[in-house]
């Protein structure tokens, strides 16, 4: 039996104005529009990465 994927919480905590386009679409990516959005997203691999990438501007928190 299959464990049900995590979640976790993904608020974006400043502006992108001055990084790169690539980051901007990260962002997009994940559903991030304006600053202070947050999105609920299951903990898979992509998610993650992509996390990586921005992780100066996000915030991540687990959800239950």
Same mark, same amino acid.
């Given at each position: 039996?299959?464990?049900?994927?995590?979640? !976790?919480? !993904?608020? /974006?905590?400043? =502006?992108?104005? %001055?990084?790169?386009? =690539?980051?901007?679409? !990260?962002?997009?990516? /994940? %559903?991030?529009?304006?600053?202070? =959005? $947050?999105?609920?997203?299951?903990?898979?691999? $992509? !998610?993650? %990465?992509?996390?990586?990438? /921005?992780?100066?501007?996000?915030?991540?928190? %687990?959800?239950?």
């Amino acid at each position: 039996m299959k464990a049900a994927p995590k979640k !976790i919480k !993904i608020t /974006l905590v400043r =502006s992108l104005i %001055g990084y790169p386009e =690539s980051q901007r679409k !990260i962002a997009r990516g /994940l %559903g991030l529009g304006k600053p202070q =959005s $947050s999105v609920v997203r299951e903990d898979t691999p $992509s !998610i993650r %990465g992509m996390i990586v990438k /921005l992780n100066h501007v996000l915030k991540v928190e %687990g959800v239950e």
